[in-house]
């Protein structure tokens, strides 16, 4: 059973980044904003720089658009634009600009960004594909994991990590994941003892994967469901859910390998976004899911430890990111518009 056979039309909305992005690509949304920008020169004086620069962005107009911010910022220090400045100096100086202007500074490395990735579209396959190696842990020392395959870049699959992963033993499959991630624990306390009523509806975000999409690695937001409309789909994911903040029973019986514990975000000050963010679940039932392209967040290491089933995995140099035809609308963290599976990997 698929649900979203059933589902209603609004189920299958997309964001409003991707909304937005598809409208101003259109040809009628480009002659708008360029009369839009072209008036907004016009009429006002002083110029706008920074209003200016949006719609330039919009129309991909990347020189134009830095020409008007450094206009825009061309009170703020030139080491703090360049990024020539230390850590520390560096978010002290962002701290005392006002929000109009760190918008325009961060709009400016955005822009930058793309300037820099100017250049011929398109992908030439290289005539070999490089499999993956394959290392059981016990001959993979954590030294040689670091020096072989971390510090180079080099992606790896090492078998053999489950009694690490789940001290305990149990077995992590479909139906026992399932079950814990759709319980609601409600406690309660009576007579200082503390009491748990568990329910089986709790509401989960279901990801849905979308060609169209101008999400990070294309993925939307389908609905808040339940693990059961999980479990029917071919269509829904469970991406990337946080255990520490929303299943601390699955947390406790997970032990990160020892290869991946040395995590920065962990290391972070007590409050801070994303320092107990991992580990975290993915569940996809069918195989008609997946994440498009991308980049991970902050451009970091990542892993992932597989229970049950098969996922595939394809990897691109770092050096051919120009020619993957990456976009930075929201974040500096781009999504791509080439399609892998034409590419013929």
């Not at 589902?7 to 839009?36: G, N, Q, Y």
């Not at 699955?250 to 007590?270: C, G, I, Q, W």
Request: charged content about 30%.
């Amino acid at each position: 059973m698929d649900t979203d056979a059933d589902a209603p039309a609004t189920s299958l909305a997309r964001s409003a980044t991707s909304v937005l992005r598809s409208i101003a690509k259109t040809k009628e949304a480009r002659r708008f904003l360029h009369e839009e920008k072209e008036r907004i020169q016009r009429e006002y004086d002083p110029c706008p720089h920074f209003v200016v620069a949006t719609y330039c962005d919009l129309l991909e107009y990347y020189p134009e658009a830095e020409s008007h911010l450094l206009k825009e910022l061309e009170s703020i220090d030139r080491d703090l634009i360049d990024g020539a400045m230390s850590c520390s100096a560096y978010l002290n100086a962002i701290a005392q600009l006002s929000e109009r202007e760190q918008d325009a500074l961060w709009l400016l490395e955005k822009v930058r960004l793309s300037l820099k990735l100017a250049e011929p579209l398109g992908f030439a396959p290289q005539t070999e594909t490089e499999m993956v190696p394959r290392v059981p842990a016990e001959d993979l020392s954590l030294e040689n994991f670091r020096r072989q395959f971390l510090l180079p870049g080099r992606p790896v699959v090492i078998t053999g990590l489950k009694s690490r992963v789940v001290p305990s033993g149990r077995l992590w499959d479909f139906e026992y994941v399932s079950k814990v991630v759709g319980m609601i624990q409600i406690s309660y306390y009576y007579r200082r003892d503390q009491q748990k009523l568990f329910l089986g509806d709790r509401k989960i975000p279901l990801k849905r994967s979308d060609p169209e999409s101008a999400e990070w690695a294309k993925l939307e937001l389908a609905k808040e469901g339940s693990v059961k409309e999980l479990l029917q789909s071919e269509a829904l994911y469970l991406f990337d859910w946080s255990l520490p903040l929303f299943c601390p029973d699955l947390n406790r019986e997970f032990s990160v390998p020892e290869y991946f514990r040395r995590d920065y975000l962990k290391a972070t000050s007590e409050h801070a976004m994303y320092r107990n963010s991992w580990p975290s679940l993915f569940l996809a039932p069918g195989d008609r899911v997946h994440s498009a392209l991308h980049v991970d967040a902050f451009a970091s290491h990542f892993w992932m430890f597989l229970f049950q089933g098969m996922k595939k995995w394809t990897f691109f140099r770092r050096e051919d990111l120009t020619k993957l035809r990456p976009v930075y609308l929201d974040s500096m963290d781009p999504v791509f518009e080439c399609d892998v599976d034409a590419l013929g990997n």
